[in-house]
């Protein structure tokens, strides 16, 4: 197992027999002294980290851990000394590197970038492939299986977007939950009609809190076909490449905070004053989906 912390340090662990802690077996460490001399993108080329590593990948073959981060640079390490073998930086200065996946039994390697692109790789040449383009927000996850295809997700631009590498085309897939909608939609739903054909509407004060959708943050595929997404607002949703609106939304997954109290907010001794400062702002509000996995080709 391949982990990287916050100080740089990309460890490599034995975690074999599950009847003893992980054993840790080697580590390196980026830092300050490896930060280029010179601010051209092309010559980030120095064999660590110095900022935040972000994201780490190993390749279905063994060989090869890919990390990278904010320094706007991957880095292939070996598995078995953990030494630096290449060191590909993204050529702009806003290609932080956010997240990685590898198509599973090749070399290939997708890249999410906070440039709003796409980029793939063969690791076994160390080279770029292409670049793919269509996010209108960073792409802040990718994920990817068997097929030359992948699934990533773009942030406030509130959309899921299925990339088919071979025939160079994408399926974009538009999430965002609207508060507003989803109230009309309830009201409707609950409506009765009376014996003179007019409809009588609930009270309004009786829907459920509708919290709308900011950001699609986090993707996982189920297999070739399905993919899963987690949103800010608690939405975790099921997708078909068939359609282009979720096939089932589990909203508020992971349940609300608590709502904040005028004692949370302010140091004010009175009262009335700290219920003015709090705005009305009674709602509870939906923890975020920070983090998916789906087990490939099962319905878990």
Not at 113 to 138: M, P, V, W
Not at 170 to 192: H, T
Not at 270 to 289: F, N, S, V, W
Request: net charge negative.
């Amino acid at each position: 197992a391949y982990t990287v912390s916050k100080d740089l340090q990309l460890t490599k662990y034995d975690v074999t027999n599950f009847n003893e802690r992980p054993r840790k077996m080697k580590f390196t460490r980026g830092g300050s002294k490896y930060i280029p001399e010179t601010k051209l993108a092309s010559e980030n080329i120095s064999e660590g980290h110095y900022d935040e590593i972000l994201t780490v990948a190993a390749s279905p073959d063994g060989k090869y851990i890919v990390t990278g981060g904010r320094d706007r640079k991957l880095i292939i390490w070996s598995t078995e000394s953990l030494a630096p073998i290449k060191v590909i930086p993204t050529k702009d200065r806003h290609g932080e590197v956010l997240s990685l996946a590898f198509r599973k039994n090749s070399d290939q390697l997708y890249v999410a970038c906070a440039d709003f692109k796409i980029r793939t790789y063969s690791i076994n040449q160390f080279s770029q492939l292409e670049t793919l383009y269509g996010h209108h927000d960073i792409v802040i996850d990718i994920s990817a299986l068997a097929m030359e295809r992948c699934v990533t997700v773009g942030a406030r631009d509130r959309t899921a977007m299925l990339w088919k590498i071979p025939d160079e085309t994408r399926l974009a897939f538009r999430g965002g939950d609207d508060s507003n909608k989803m109230l009309k939609k309830w009201m409707r739903d609950n409506a009765v009609e009376k014996e003179d054909g007019t409809m009588e509407y609930p009270d309004e004060s009786k829907a459920p809190t509708f919290v709308s959708e900011g950001s699609i943050d986090v993707v996982s595929m189920i297999d070739d076909s399905h993919f899963v997404t987690g949103s800010d607002n608690g939405n975790l949703c099921l997708w078909a490449t068939s359609k282009k609106k979720p096939i089932h939304i589990e909203r508020v997954a992971h349940g609300c905070m608590p709502a904040p109290t005028s004692d949370n907010i302010s140091g004010e001794t009175d009262t009335e004053l700290r219920e003015q400062q709090l705005q009305g702002d009674k709602l509870a509000h939906p923890y975020m989906i920070t983090a998916v996995h789906a087990i490939p080709y099962s319905n878990i």
